[in-house]
């Protein structure tokens, strides 16, 4: 028997996410130590106490189901954003709400959009489902909003923009933004990933909930795997609106937030001082790896989240298993298209510098 024979029709053609390399298993394979690892966009800082002292008052109680609905995390984020607590869905990370939102609104025959080299979690679930998917050729590694516009036609559910996109860091202005919803038919649903937008410069930034006050088919999508540190975790956050809400929560599994991911996201999405030591840093260091590439003559992709994508203009793979044996952990994106590319995550002052040694040797550059 080929089960394979029996799956929904869109499984397959899919391939199982691919997720950077773990410390560990490098370790394992080479033997060796001291590694650092600039793959997956976590954040470097590492848990702050906030969060710690959070998880340890947690511990007495995990014989105890958590609470479903999420009720102090919802607070907290209703206060710090204006939102009501009506209007917000908890994901197991936002990888598990971008999926949500398509089994919520889409199914087979239904269109799905969004980017040539954007997440390529959208891809995955709209092939799951057996959604048909409209990818739209990028703009200058970005989304084409104009292209999104051409495409919708009465089958299209749900658009996807990710802002700034990962792998390739380009941004959406607000105005932007705000131009395209204002076009969008109402019963096309759109999602905004913003999992990266603690990392853009606050005066750059898209004011989200503005424009949900707007828009009521917008679905605004965020994490705290990223500049919260909480990947580990695995929790995250969609706002819209009150009926839209709604329905995705009754499609959400129960329980699918754990109370140690809670508990330390309550205590975090407070914890300003940390956040900003985050983005500073990011900042500060962003602009070293900019200045290296310009020294270097490497062309780059310029970012708003907390990684940089390097072109290096021939395959990156040999690339990326030279720095593996330097104990470097990067991230090769040839399942993006981007085979000329590496994906490097942006890491705290001495592991950039490892990282630029590297480069150094491994590319045969002058000091």
């Known amino acids: ?16 996410y691919q997720a950077g390399k773990p410390i560990e298993e490098l370790e394992r394979e080479l033997g060796i130590s001291n590694i650092v690892k600039l793959a997956s966009n976590e954040n470097p800082f590492g848990l702050p106490d906030s969060a710690k002292q959070a998880i340890l008052a947690k511990l007495n109680d995990l014989t105890r189901y958590p609470d479903a609905n999420g009720f102090a995390l919802k607070q907290a984020i209703s206060q710090k954003f204006g939102v009501s607590p009506t209007q917000i869905t908890l994901g197991n990370g936002s ?14 025959e239904d269109e799905i959009i969004y980017s040539q080299y954007a997440f390529i979690v959208y891809p995955l679930v709209t092939k799951a489902i057996n959604a048909v998917a409209r990818e739209i050729p990028a703009n200058a590694w970005g989304h084409d909003l104009d292209g999104f516009l051409q495409a919708i ?13 990962n792998p390739t860091g380009t941004f959406l202005s607000h ?30 930034r898209v004011d989200a909930f503005g424009l949900l006050q707007k828009h009521t088919n917008l679905i605004i999508c965020r994490t705290l795997s990223k500049a919260y540190g909480l990947a580990g975790l695995r929790i995250g956050y969609a706002v819209s609106n009150v009926e ?8 959400r599994q129960p329980f699918n ?10 205590a975090v999405i407070q914890d300003e001082q940390f956040i900003a030591a985050v983005a500073e840093n990011n900042r500060r260091e962003m602009q070293r790896y900019e200045a290296f590439c310009q020294q270097h003559q490497l062309s780059y992709i310029p970012s708003m989240g907390n990684f940089i994508t390097i072109d290096f ?12 044996r330097e104990g470097i952990i990067v991230r090769p994106i040839a399942g993006y298209g981007m085979p000329n590319h590496l994906r490097i995550s942006i890491g705290l002052p001495a592991e950039n510098e490892r990282c630029f040694a590297a480069l150094h040797r491994v590319l045969g550059l002058s000091v």
């Open 244 to 251: 839209i809400a709604d329905l995705l929560n009754r499609v």
């Open 257 to 266: 937030c754990n109370s140690l991911a809670l508990a330390a996201a309550v």
């Open 1 to 16: 028997m080929q089960y394979i024979n029996i799956v929904n029709e869109g499984v397959k053609s899919l391939s199982p």
């Open 153 to 165: 036609t009465s089958k299209t559910k749900l658009i996807y923009l990710a802002n700034p996109n």
């Open 175 to 204: 105005q932007q933004i705000a131009d395209f919803l204002a076009k969008v038919p109402e019963q096309v649903i759109v999602v905004l990933d913003e999992a990266y937008t603690e990392f853009t410069e606050p005066s750059k």
């Open 313 to 324: 203009n021939r395959p990156a793979q040999p690339i990326y298993d030279a720095l593996l």
């Open 95 to 108: 990888n598990d709400l971008l999926e949500l939102f398509a089994h919520t609104f889409a199914g087979e």
